[in-house]
């Protein structure tokens, strides 16, 4: 395969993938005319329409997804191909792209990336600490940490994360307002809860072998996980707080911990890249750090 003909194989599994000859010219770092001559050339030179094209979406041909098949294949194998090459006596190298949630990739991820950054001063990263939903890849990442597991076609996850739900209140907002006994009582407190696309207003339990939901009325809307964590400090009001933000200040009795009984939902946290990149190893060596135990 001569560089054109690699060039446009590229791109057509760029469109493939990303949906669209806009994203996949984003991911390419070309314009879009580039994309679309490319194609053309493509399916020129193989004398078989590819791609159908319309206004508002792309459709593959019976053509095009045989092709984009074994192509995926073949790029595959070369994937491989050059992760067995870095693994073999050389360290990793190179931009590793990674998108994550504020809170968690502040709290779990950064100090992991420090670490391999201080070990591997080849390797360099661009980090997007974001709680919106990110496109691995119509964006380009990487390599995505999730709080669920994706269904995206084209990505591969590993679990390298699992962590706890606590109802939490400070002390003195406690000593100030009614005792809470009873997932029912926190209807009449002061909620601080976590806005992504919408309030999280609804509160969930399992409690005394029943499904509870309880709909709270929130006192303060956080778009950040470490800003409800700090209002809950401040004595603001109840919040529902994860292990990895919540756990020491539990300890230090900065929080206490409110209906230990009632069961919460734990939530497994994974590591999404596309399946082509499986075996590089910039992508190899962070997933490791991640799931490797805390000091």
């Known amino acids: 395969m001569n560089r054109a003909s690699f060039s446009e194989a590229e791109a057509f599994l760029a469109v493939v993938d990303r949906g669209g000859f806009g994203a996949a010219a984003r991911e390419l770092g070309v314009t879009q005319s580039t994309i679309s ?4 050339a493509l399916e ?28 995926r294949d073949v790029l595959t194998r070369l994937a491989e191909a050059e992760g067995h090459v870095q693994s073999e006596g050389s360290e990793p190298q190179g931009v590793l ?15 992991r990336v420090a670490a391999l950054a201080r070990r591997y001063p080849r390797l360099r990263f661009e980090l997007d600490l974001s709680d919106r939903y990110a496109d691995i890849l119509d964006e380009g990442f990487d390599l995505a940490i999730r709080n669920t597991e994706p269904t995206q076609t084209g990505l591969v996850s590993q679990r390298i994360d699992r962590y706890t739900l606590h109802v939490c209140a400070a002390p003195d907002y406690l000593a100030k307002h009614k005792p809470i006994e009873r997932p029912q009582d926190l209807v009449d407190h002061s909620s601080i809860v976590l806005r992504t696309y919408t309030p999280r207003s609804r509160w969930r339990f399992e409690w005394s072998g029943d499904l509870i939901e309880i709909e709270v009325s929130p006192r303060i809307i956080a778009s950040d996980m470490m800003a409800a964590r700090s209002m809950t400090l401040e004595g603001a009001g109840v919040a529902i707080l994860p292990s990895f933000l919540a756990r020491k200040d539990i300890e230090s009795g ?7 009984e009632a069961g919460l939902p734990a939530i497994n946290v994974y590591a999404s890249f596309p399946h082509h990149r499986a075996n590089l190893s910039k992508i190899k060596v962070l997933i490791a750090e991640l799931q490797r135990e805390p000091a």
């Open 37 to 40: 001559r490319r194609i053309s």
């Open 44 to 71: 020129t030179r193989l004398g078989k329409r590819l791609v159908e094209r319309t206004t508002r979406r792309i459709t593959l041909t019976e053509a095009g997804v045989a092709f984009a098949s074994n192509l």
């Open 97 to 111: 792209r990674v998108t994550m949630p504020t809170a968690y990739g502040r709290t779990m991820v950064l100090p």
């Open 254 to 260: 900065k929080l206490a911990e409110l209906l230990p």
